[in-house]
């Protein structure tokens, strides 16, 4: 039976998906990339699933990408031929930066320790990023001599700004967790003993809130950074239209004017 790279609990709607290679710093082998977008893909297609929290086991969130597994580590044999690591973003890495950025729910991602390279990527690639006050983010890759990627040439620059984009991308120091909340690369740094429960409790509040709203938010967002201010408010009209004939608006509405609590339903 193939290792188990990625433990998955259910806490009421929320999906949580634990790294889980903690020997390794959990650096992604295909293996474990290639069970990652399996467990995102049948939390997005699980309609009692309403929120995904991303993790990782033990003192770390991710490593990257695991540099000893045979389709990156260099051949030391004289005359083997350079390895085509392009072939492992197109069948891998693509693939799961698509599936976890178009996912129909939020996911949160509680960095728990050190987050390098693609894991860095993936970890900023949610829509919402907590982490304990002893993590730390690391844009590796310049280090061996790579580029960011995974989503990391276009994350960064939107999140930081290039100033700061280039100069972590370019030095690859280690950045705190404190100094990634304070440059708006995360949302918020929590003690480390709070993480895991806080990030529950957030991704259990995103979980009860109107799904399609909060993921048609992040996509009206993410196109808004490439329209002008015109069209950001065309589109913001066409989006807001679909969300006023859908039952979330519809009961989100009603319970304000009832006094009540809402009960969302739609994903
Ligand atoms: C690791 C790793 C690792 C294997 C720690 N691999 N074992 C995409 C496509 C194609 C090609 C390449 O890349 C990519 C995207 C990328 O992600 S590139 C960036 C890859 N990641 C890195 O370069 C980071 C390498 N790791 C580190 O710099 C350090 O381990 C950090 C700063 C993350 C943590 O340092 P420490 O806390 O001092 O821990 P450590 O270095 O002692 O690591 C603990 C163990 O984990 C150790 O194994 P060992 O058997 O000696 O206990 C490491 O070898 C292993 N490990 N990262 N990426």
């Known amino acids: 039976m193939s290792e188990q790279t990625i433990l998955i609990e259910q806490h009421g709607a929320v999906r949580l998906l634990r790294l889980n290679r903690p020997e390794a710093l959990n650096a992604f082998t295909t293996g474990m990339l290639g069970q990652l977008r399996q ?14 929290l991303i993790t990782g086991a033990g003192r770390a969130f991710s490593a990257g990408q695991d540099l000893a597994d045979p389709h990156v580590a260099p051949s030391r044999e004289a005359g ?7 072939h492992l973003l197109d069948h891998f890495y693509i693939p799961l930066a698509l599936r976890l950025r178009s996912m129909p729910v939020p996911v949160v991602a509680a960095v728990n320790g050190v987050a390098a390279g693609a ?11 907590l982490a ?26 939107r999140l930081v700004g290039r100033a700061k984009a ?3 991308a370019l030095l690859g120091d280690k950045l705190k967790a404190a100094d990634a909340e304070r440059l708006g690369l995360i949302s918020r740094v929590l003690p480390d003993a709070e993480l895991m429960e806080a990030a529950l409790a957030t991704a259990q509040k995103l979980a009860a809130m109107p799904t399609r709203a909060l993921v048609e938010t992040r996509i009206a967002m993410d196109e808004a950074l490439k329209f002008d201010f015109e069209t950001a408010l065309k589109r913001e009209a066409v989006l807001q239209s679909q969300m006023g ?21 739609d994903r």
């Open 39 to 52: 467990a995102l893909e049948a939390a997005a297609t699980d309609v009692d699933t309403r929120c995904v």
């Open 80 to 86: 083997a031929p350079p390895k085509d690591i392009g």
């Open 119 to 129: 894991g860095a990527s993936v970890a900023l690639g949610c829509d919402l990023v």
């Open 132 to 157: 304990g006050e002893s993590a730390s983010f690391i844009q590796a890759f310049s280090k061996i001599g790579l580029i960011p990627d995974c989503g990391g040439t276009w994350l960064l620059p």
């Open 166 to 168: 280039l100069e972590l």
């Open 245 to 265: 004939f859908a039952y979330d608006y519809l009961e989100g509405a009603a319970a304000f004017l009832d006094k009540r609590k809402p009960q969302f339903r």
